[in-house]
C-alpha cells in the first residue's frame, strides 16, 4: 500500500485511451514495441498497451464514446510508469522532440492522457 510516508510514492503513471482501426492493430504493436526502447532509454519503468475485450457500452459515458471510437475501431487502454513526475516530464519533452518516421495507426486528435499520482497499491 502506498499513501504519503511510502517510498513508492514518487513514481509517476501516464495513462492513454485511444481508438485504433480493427486494420491497423499489428501496425500499432509494431509502433509500440518501436517506441519502448526510446521510453526506456527515457527512464520508463513499464509500458503496458491493452487491446480492448471487454469494453461494454455505457448509458451516459463509456471508454468508447470518450475517444468517439467508430464501428471499425477497438478502444486501446494504455500506460507508463515512471519513477516520478520529474522523469516524465523530461522523458515526454524528449518525445515530443522525436521527428517520426510514417503515420501514426491511429488518430492523435482523439487522445485522452493524462498524469496520474499512485494513492494506494495492493
Known sequence: MLDEGAAGLGRYI????IAVPDAKKNA????AAT???M????????????W???VPN????????AVQAEADEQVVFSFIEWP???TRDAGQKRMMEQ???GEMPFDGKRMIMGGFRPIIEL
Not at 39 to 50: N, S, W
Open 35 to 37: 517506441a519502448w526502447p
Open 39 to 50: 521510453f526506456k532509454a527515457l527512464g520508463a519503468l513499464r509500458l503496458v498497451e491493452a
Open 28 to 31: 500499432y504493436r509494431d509502433m
Open 58 to 65: 455505457g448509458k451516459v459515458t463509456d471508454f468508447r464514446r
Open 84 to 86: 516520478d513526475k520529474e
Open 52 to 54: 480492448a475485450d471487454d
Open 99 to 101: 521527428d517520426f518516421d
Open 14 to 17: 501516464e495513462g492513454f485511451i
